[in-house]
């Protein structure tokens, strides 16, 4: 996968290039928003990994303008912002996942973001009125063995 890092912290951004080079990834760094912009002018990225707090252009615009610029590229917000309403904004940017520092590697689910590109995004439905569109759910909600799953037992 082809990640772009944006991180103003350069030990911390190193530290994720080091890490995900390591599981076979192609990893580029940004320090600020207008770098990654200008980075996914010329790179095809599969995934952003997006820090929050940036100077210049903060996350929650960069992950909004990455949105207008290409709907399927994969972002996860990794940041210090750990509130509630941060959260939600975060996510309402359209960030695909939301994941607060200090971080494990294991929790940053590039695995399952890995899935979301190689996936087509959308399945058609046909029903007597027509062909509708519904997006992918990222997980069964009646499997009880995911978090928030229910058991029908």
Known sequence: MKILVVEDEKGTA???RRGLQEDNHAVSLAHDGASALSLAQD???DLVL???MLPG???IQVARRFRELRQDIAILMLTA???VPDIVKGLDSRA???VTKPFSFAVLRIRALERRVAEPRTHTLRS???DHRAARLP???RNPSHPGGTSLA
């Open 14 to 16: 190193q530290v994720l």
């Open 43 to 45: 790179t095809q990225f």
């Open 50 to 52: 997006l820090d929050v």
């Open 96 to 98: 695909d996942d939301y």
């Open 57 to 59: 252009i903060n996350g």
């Open 139 to 141: 997980w069964d909600s």
């Open 81 to 83: 912002r750990d509130s």
């Open 128 to 130: 007597g009125a027509g």
